[in-house]
């Protein structure tokens, strides 16, 4: 690839535009997405114009603008260029994050295969998942470095997407056993009453946000069998009592709405060999008023463990639609 900078013409009140040669025409095509989406995505997100001249690229804009945009294209194409896919996800994730750098994503101790080169990659059946924020990039860093980790933030960052995607790839690459994946069957300010059913068909409903997850990296006749053979379980909070979880990914997802009594019982669960994770959303409290959330205990008393890890959220952090963050910080300005 090359870059060069044309002047304005003269008169013109444009800043000058930068010019970038992709020298594979077929890997240009995937680049710019159909109907040329991907570069409306690009232009929309960083404020500059975009217009393709035969295998060239001209960015026009400001000048940071276009210097960050010619930083986006080279690494997409690079990525085309390696084999891999483009997802409307992967541009995102180069916009948030830029290039990666040889030496970050190291972790204390030995370093693992996966941080090399600076970026992190989740391998499961279905996809490859990549963190699109910084945070979180160290949360799943934390999840393979840690025997105990928290991640704690707003509904649409990617707590609980990307932990069933690390226990999923633990479980592929023989690191654990079994997944276990639960969370407290607590109404989200609805009284649904009694529903119909055996035990499953009661608790399925409170359960599905991680029957989605689950879903997204294991084809869904591998899943069923999974869990027909329990070494995949998703089961209400209440049914871990009394239970000890070795050699597993543990998962506790909404854990804002487990109380201290419930948080210390499922903290106590865990084995040899297993690694468990604990997220939540504090702004999402359906507990009872007086009522205090677990998740606001165990923050308070196992932050000092410097064996456990924290990781924080924030609006930015959030990857679901635009308009998600957007609320979020209303919300957030109002309280």
Same mark, same amino acid.
Request: with cysteine; glycine share 8%.
């Given at each position: 690839?090359?870059?060069?900078?044309?002047?304005? %013409?003269?008169?013109?009140?444009?800043?000058?535009?930068?010019?970038?040669?992709?020298?594979?025409?077929?890997?240009?095509?995937?680049? +710019?997405?159909?109907?040329?989406?991907?570069?409306?995505?690009?232009?929309?997100?960083?404020?500059?114009?975009?217009?393709?001249?035969?295998?060239?690229?001209?960015?026009?804009?400001?000048?940071?603008?276009?210097?960050?945009?010619?930083?986006?294209?080279?690494?997409?194409?690079?990525?085309?260029?390696?084999?891999?896919?483009?997802?409307?996800?992967?541009? /995102?994730?180069?916009?948030?994050?830029?290039?990666?750098?040889?030496?970050?994503?190291? +972790?204390?101790? /030995?370093?693992?295969?996966?941080?090399?080169?600076?970026?992190?990659?989740?391998?499961?059946?279905?996809?490859?998942?990549?963190?699109?924020?910084?945070?979180?990039?160290?949360?799943?860093?934390?999840?393979?470095? %840690?025997?105990?980790?928290?991640?704690?933030?707003?509904?649409?960052?990617?707590?609980?997407?990307?932990?069933?995607?690390?226990?999923?790839?633990?479980?592929?690459?023989?690191?654990?056993?079994?997944?276990?994946?639960?969370?407290? =069957?607590?109404?989200?300010?609805?009284?649904?009453?009694?529903?119909?059913?055996?035990?499953?068909?009661?608790?399925?409903?409170?359960?599905?946000?991680?029957?989605?997850?689950?879903?997204?990296?294991?084809?869904?006749?591998? =899943?069923?069998?999974?869990?027909?053979?329990?070494?995949?379980?998703?089961?209400?909070? =209440?049914?871990?009592?009394?239970?000890?979880?070795?050699?597993?990914?543990?998962?506790?997802?909404?854990?804002?709405?487990?109380?201290?009594?419930?948080?210390?019982?499922?903290?106590?669960?865990?084995?040899?060999?297993?690694?468990?994770?604990?997220?939540?959303?504090?702004?999402?409290?359906?507990?009872?008023?007086?009522?205090?959330?677990?998740? %606001?205990?165990?923050?308070?008393?196992?932050?000092?463990?410097?064996?456990?890890?924290?990781?924080?959220?924030?609006?930015?952090?959030?990857?679901? %639609?635009?308009?998600?963050? =957007?609320?979020?910080?209303?919300? /957030?300005?109002?309280?």
């Amino acid at each position: 690839m090359t870059t060069s900078v044309q002047p304005p %013409h003269p008169g013109s009140d444009l800043p000058a535009e930068r010019l970038v040669e992709f020298p594979d025409n077929r890997l240009l095509i995937d680049l +710019c997405g159909e109907y040329d989406r991907n570069l409306a995505d690009i232009e929309d997100k960083l404020g500059v114009q975009i217009l393709r001249r035969g295998n060239q690229l001209a960015v026009i804009g400001e000048t940071v603008a276009t210097n960050e945009a010619i930083e986006v294209l080279t690494g997409l194409y690079e990525r085309l260029e390696a084999g891999r896919d483009l997802e409307q996800g992967d541009i /995102d994730r180069q916009i948030r994050m830029g290039p990666a750098q040889e030496d970050e994503g190291t +972790c204390d101790g /030995d370093q693992l295969e996966m941080f090399k080169g600076g970026r992190v990659e989740i391998k499961t059946r279905k996809k490859l998942v990549e963190p699109r924020t910084e945070a979180q990039k160290s949360y799943v860093t934390s999840l393979f470095t %840690h025997d105990l980790a928290f991640g704690i933030g707003p509904a649409g960052t990617g707590k609980t997407y990307l932990a069933v995607a690390v226990g999923v790839s633990m479980f592929l690459a023989g690191e654990v056993d079994r997944i276990i994946l639960s969370r407290p =069957a607590v109404e989200a300010g609805e009284r649904l009453g009694f529903l119909p059913g055996d035990m499953k068909e009661k608790v399925d409903p409170y359960m599905q946000p991680l029957y989605d997850a689950l879903n997204d990296f294991l084809p869904g006749k591998q =899943a069923a069998k999974l869990m027909e053979e329990k070494r995949i379980e998703i089961a209400p909070l =209440a049914f871990m009592r009394g239970r000890t979880l070795s050699n597993a990914f543990v998962v506790l997802d909404e854990a804002q709405n487990a109380t201290s009594m419930q948080m210390k019982m499922f903290l106590t669960r865990l084995g040899e060999g297993s690694r468990m994770v604990i997220t939540g959303d504090r702004s999402q409290v359906d507990l009872p008023r007086g009522v205090t959330s677990g998740l %606001h205990d165990a923050e308070r008393l196992l932050k000092p463990i410097d064996q456990i890890s924290f990781t924080y959220f924030t609006a930015r952090d959030v990857v679901r %639609h635009p308009l998600v963050a =957007a609320i979020i910080d209303a919300y /957030d300005a109002d309280t």
